[in-house]
C-alpha cells in the first residue's frame, strides 16, 4: 500500500527526489531519442534537460550522503500517494512534438509541486535550501519546453504554466471522474440485462440496474477517497473527489438501466441496446481525447469489451 506523503521523513523525502530526477532524466533520453531523425533541434533540447535532470540527481545525492550515509533506499513514485501514473514512453508510439511538449509540462510542474511541498516537511536549512534551488530551477524547463515550437508547422502555440496547470487538473481531477463513469457505464451492463433476460420485466431488470449503479458508485468513491489525501498533488479534497468519483459511476451504470422504466420489454431493451451503443461511443471518445490514446485502436478495445460484457450478460439471462 502506498505510504502518504506526509508520513514521509527528510531521508525518504531526499531519496524520493533521487528516484523522481533519475526517472524524469530517463524519460527525456527516450523522447530526444524518439525525435533525433524528424526533430534533431528537438530532440537537442531533450539532451540538455537529460543532462540537467543528471545534474540535480548528483546534487541530491551529494546532499543525503553527508546527512544519512551511503545507503539510499529505493523509494518510487508509485510508492508515495499522490503522483500522476504516467504512461510508458514506448506505448505512445510515434513521438510527435505535440506530445512530449504536453508529457514535458505536466512533468516539470508535477516535480515543481513536490519540490514547493517537501521543502515545507522539511526542518534542515541545508535541505530547504537544495529543494528550493531545484523548485527554481524546474521552472526553467518551462523556458526549453518553449523551443519545441520552433519546429512545428502551425507556429508557436502560445502554451504556458496556466496551460500546463489545466492539464494537470484534468488528469488529476476529472479524469478520475471520467473513469468513474467509463467504469459504471461497463460494469453494469452484463448484471441488468441479465436481470432483463432472465424476468422478461423491466421494472425487474430497472431494479437490478439501480442497484448495481449505486453500488458500483459507492464502491468507486470510497477507493478514490482513499487512494489519495490530494497534500502533495492539489487534487483536492478526498472527501470531494470521492463523492464525485461515485456520482460519476452511479451516472454511467444509470444510462442504460433507465430505458427499463418503459413498461413494454421490447421497447425497453431496444432502448437500451441503442443507449448502450451511444456509451461505448462516448467512452471511446473520452479515452482518445483525455488519455492519449490512439483512436482506431481505442475505438476496437472499447467497443470489443463493451461487447463481450453486454453478450455475457444476454447469455446468463438467458441460460
Not at 550522503?65 to 510508458?88: A, M, T, Y
Not at 519545441?148 to 502555440?157: D, I, M, R, S
Request: charged share 25%.
Amino acid at each position: 500500500m502506498a505510504k502518504q506523503f506526509n508520513e514521509l521523513t527528510e531521508r525518504e523525502i531526499l531519496a524520493l527526489a533521487i528516484s523522481l530526477e533519475e526517472e524524469d532524466g530517463r524519460v527525456y533520453a527516450e523522447f530526444s531519442d524518439g525525435l533525433r531523425e524528424r526533430y534533431p533541434a528537438t530532440a537537442r533540447v531533450f539532451d540538455q534537460m537529460t543532462a540537467e535532470e543528471s545534474g540535480h540527481r548528483g546534487r541530491l545525492i551529494d546532499l543525503f550522503r553527508s546527512k544519512f550515509g551511503e545507503h539510499i533506499p529505493l523509494i518510487r513514485r508509485q510508492d508515495v500517494s499522490g503522483f500522476l501514473s504516467r504512461k510508458p514512453v514506448w506505448l505512445f508510439g510515434p513521438l510527435t512534438i505535440q506530445v512530449v511538449r504536453r508529457q514535458a509540462e505536466i512533468m516539470e510542474l508535477e516535480t515543481r509541486q513536490f519540490y514547493e511541498r517537501a521543502m515545507q516537511r522539511t526542518s534542515d536549512a541545508s535541505i530547504r535550501k537544495l529543494l528550493g534551488d531545484l523548485a527554481a530551477e524546474e521552472v526553467k524547463h518551462s523556458e526549453k519546453a518553449g523551443a519545441l515550437e520552433e519546429e512545428l508547422e502551425a507556429g508557436p502555440a502560445g502554451r504556458n504554466e496556466e496551460e500546463a496547470q489545466r492539464r494537470l487538473f484534468l488528469l488529476q481531477v476529472v479524469q478520475p471522474g471520467l473513469a468513474g463513469l467509463m467504469d459504471g457505464s461497463v460494469s453494469t451492463l452484463a448484471p441488468v440485462f441479465a436481470a432483463a433476460f432472465a424476468t422478461k420485466s423491466s421494472w425487474d431488470a430497472f431494479l437490478v440496474g439501480l442497484a448495481a449503479s449505486v453500488g458500483a458508485g459507492i464502491s468507486m468513491g470510497f477507493a478514490e477517497s482513499l487512494s489519495d489525501d490530494g497534500s502533495l498533488t492539489g487534487r483536492g479534497r478526498s472527501w470531494i473527489r470521492g463523492p464525485v468519483c461515485g456520482l460519476m459511476t452511479t451516472a454511467g451504470g444509470i444510462g442504460h438501466t433507465l430505458p427499463f422504466l418503459i413498461p413494454d420489454f421490447r421497447i425497453a431493451w431496444t432502448v437500451a441496446t441503442i443507449v448502450v451503443l451511444l456509451e461505448l461511443g462516448v467512452i471511446s471518445t473520452i479515452r482518445h481525447r483525455y488519455m492519449d490514446t490512439p483512436w482506431i485502436p481505442t475505438i476496437v478495445q472499447v467497443m470489443l469489451g463493451g461487447a463481450l460484457v453486454f453478450i455475457a450478460g444476454i447469455l446468463i439471462g438467458n441460460a
